[in-house]
């Protein structure tokens, strides 16, 4: 049967979370109250499709989980939302397990995550066709060689690829010269983009590594892009906060949405931002995962967080980066 062609195709992490919701967080050797206890499914990747799926894109996505009972969660939720799964399952291991703390005052976070390194995604799982047969390809840092595989097959019938990397390892200078658009998280613009000034590193970035557009996510600061003459920043929604889990699995997915909707810049990171938003309103990685037109409501109210990157400071961000430019070519 032949491989139909998706929208989007995401490779990387699923995780089975177990959230404890919590009164505060503890001072060091203290205590404190557990409010509520629950198991959601999450993991950056995975949750980046789901939501894409949930938007009306047709999905695939590619990953491995452990012989459990959580394997069949990820895989029935999955299905049930019309993606097309390839899950590894790996004989006699556990799938992917991340326990979140919430503090149920401020919905601030902090994940401790286990890892069973037998759950991988081997070269002979996968099949060029899964990346080949998409109009976009999402990849993270969880099996970096896989990523760089289903990159470099995408790359060969022109698939454009975007990426989610939050952790540095030293496989990623590999993979970033055949991602088109990395979405980074802030934590890993120093060791890629040599300062943890976004105004600074990702112009690095994007002159080290080729990309045609690179973006770093920023809490409450929301999103900068940077596309080789300018910046684009959109500003967090300001909403009641929850749980804060998933917001950058949500942004991701806005992102990509508006890649392949042909969004100007300025629009799929205000899209991604309000994505983000609305998710922290609701418990769980993808408890707020809301439709497309509650998106655009959110965006109309206009509620934002202070933007910190004024016009001025990204024209003169700007020009430096391209006077940067012009030295490094005259030279």
């Known amino acids: 049967m032949p491989i139909p062609i998706v929208d989007f195709t995401g490779i990387g992490e699923n995780a089975t979370d177990i959230v404890l919701r919590l009164a505060e967080f503890p001072a060091r050797d203290g205590k404190t109250d557990t409010v509520s206890r629950e198991i959601r499914l999450g993991g950056q990747v995975a949750t980046a499709v789901f939501a894409a799926a949930t938007w009306g894109l047709q999905t695939r996505y590619v990953g491995a989980t452990g012989s459990d009972h959580h394997a069949e969660m ?6 049930a939302h019309g993606v097309e799964s390839h899950l590894r ?14 503090e149920d005052v401020s919905g601030s976070r902090a994940v401790l995550c286990h890892r069973d390194p037998r759950v991988k995604l081997d070269r002979s799982y996968l099949r060029k066709e899964w990346f080949q047969r998409s109009r976009l390809v999402h ?3 969880e099996n ?11 790359r060969e019938t022109g698939v454009p690829i975007m990426c989610d990397l939050d952790v540095f390892r030293e496989e990623l200078r590999f993979l970033l ?11 890993i613009l120093e060791p890629l983009g040599g300062s943890n000034d976004p105004l600074l590193a990702l112009p690095n970035i994007r002159a080290k590594y080729g990309s045609k557009l690179v973006c770093a996510t920023l809490g409450e600061r929301g999103a900068l892009a940077w596309d080789g003459q ?17 917001a950058g699995d949500l942004f991701h997915a806005g992102f990509a949405y508006g890649l392949l909707r042909g969004w100007d810049t300025q629009r799929m990171l205000e899209f991604g931002c309000a994505a983000a ?6 418990h769980g990685a993808r408890g707020g995962v809301g439709s497309v037109g509650a998106i655009e409501r959110l965006k109309t109210g206009k509620k934002r967080h202070p933007n910190q990157f004024t016009a001025t400071v990204m024209a003169q961000a700007a020009e430096h980066a391209l006077g940067g430019s012009g030295r490094a070519a005259r030279g």
Request: proline share 7%; with cysteine; net charge positive.
């Open 230 to 246: 300018r910046f684009w920043c959109a500003p967090a929604y300001r909403v009641p906060v929850v749980d804060t889990t998933g």
């Open 144 to 154: 970096p060689e896989a990523s760089r595989l289903a990159a470099t097959w995408a």
């Open 74 to 79: 990820h895989q029935a939720e999955l299905r």
């Open 277 to 282: 938003g609305l998710n922290c309103m609701a």
């Open 139 to 141: 990849v993270d840092g």
């Open 89 to 102: 399952r790996v004989r006699g291991a556990e799938s992917r397990l991340s326990y979140i703390l919430v």
């Open 177 to 187: 010269p055949l991602v088109d658009f990395p979405v980074l998280s802030l934590g």
